[in-house]
């Protein structure tokens, strides 16, 4: 029996699960179990922490955290994951209100501006440009992507009309692409509605075509801006709804809600 802790953040969701609530280690044949929306819990993917011990007073400085995506991969970061697992903690064992994640990319800063309604706000360090290329779909399209890595890889394409047909179409077909090399890449089909809006469509190389990205939502806006496109505080709407994105130089804040779907129940695996 595992137990576990269901989340969402517009729609993104996720699975908590403590190292101690599990009888045998994570791999990815049990994340893909408990993320499949038939045959196990469903979610698009699982959070794996504290990997740190909590004490009775509070917390480390940093408390560890993994990230899974829901087909069995280990993600280097997630913003709408990194802000949920705050929220999680801040429930159950922290009084502070700012305390660090250490994920795979490295430490995140996050901070809870409110607990009803959930609202939390994470620091997700230097978005870096790897520049623009072009690739021929195999209709003979040519599209050009920009390229970001902000702890994760991201490849934003800028389209009169960001849908989720395109996401499912050029999204699945260039997240794989060879160029992008073995892992792939996130991809991002984004539309600049005003200098302070954008519309966004997503396709992630490790769960497919999601409602929501906090990651996403943050390589999106930093291209827009580098772009000339939008101002530095952004609001990016989703299917799953809104976040809002601060860009400080090339340091990016993002802003969101997130909510406790079911919360310490189990899963017999």
Known sequence: MIRFTKMQALG????????????????GALVRQLCDR??????????LGPTERIGESGAETT???????????????????????AAYLRRNYLPADKFVLEVLAGDCPV????????????????AESLGDMELETPEGTVIPFHRVDIGNPHAVAFVPDATEELARSV????????????HGT??????????????????????GYTLASGSSSCAAAYSAFRAGY???SVTVTMPGG???????????????????VAHGSTFDS
């Open 230 to 232: 939008v101002d530095r």
């Open 186 to 207: 996130n991809v991002q089909l984004c539309t600049a509605v005003d200098r302070q809006t954008l519309k966004l469509q997503i396709w992630e190389r490790g769960a």
């Open 242 to 260: 809104d976040v809002t994105v601060l860009i400080d130089n090339d340091r990016i804040h993002l802003q969101g809600r997130c909510e406790f």
């Open 12 to 27: 993104n969701d996720y699975l908590v699960v403590e190292p101690g609530h599990l009888e045998r280690p994570i791999d």
């Open 111 to 126: 901070e809870i501006i409110s607990t009803d309604p959930w609202e939390v706000s994470v620091d997700m360090g230097m």
């Open 171 to 182: 999204g699945a077909w260039a997240a794989h692409h060879p160029v992008f090399g073995p």
């Open 63 to 85: 408390i560890g955290l993994r990230i899974f995506n829901s087909d069995g991969s280990e993600c280097e970061k997630s913003g709408n994951g990194l802000r949920m697992f």
């Open 38 to 47: 038939h045959f196990g819990i469903g979610a698009d993917g699982v959070l």
